[in-house]
Nanobody, 120 residues
């Protein structure tokens, strides 16, 4: 069973930066996609950023120009650089990877979440 572990969350003032990291436990399979989601209290979990195996990135409109996702498929690591943070970015951030193979199929694996709190 692949396990994902996130780190890097914390408390920061508005306008500040944080960098989240996520690493998957050892697996022989590749990551088809590496993703960050977030969930604020009382709200649904939303996609924040995605990087596919071919390097294409996708961002939620609310974070474009402020957040940058990067991934290392060989190391099964994904990062989220968050700049110009706003109080509305406060949420639990989750890492998700689709891991498998084209001939086998891909499974979703989720991390336990890391809290990001942005204060005025």
């Amino acid at each position: 069973q692949v396990q994902l572990v996130e780190s890097g969350g914390g408390l920061v003032q508005a306008g500040g930066s944080l960098r989240l990291s996520c690493v998957a436990s050892e697996t022989a399979f590749s990551a088809f996609s590496m993703n960050w989601f977030r969930q604020a209290p009382g709200k649904q979990r939303d996609m924040v950023a995605t990087v596919s195996s071919d390097g294409r990135t996708t961002y939620a409109e609310s974070v474009k120009g402020r957040f940058t996702i990067s991934g290392d498929n060989a190391k099964k690591m994904v990062y989220l650089q968050m700049d110009s943070l706003k109080p509305e970015d406060t949420a639990v951030y989750y890492c998700m990877m689709e891991i498998g193979a084209s001939w086998y199929g891909y499974d979703e694996y989720w991390g336990q979440g890391t809290q990001v709190t942005v204060s005025w």
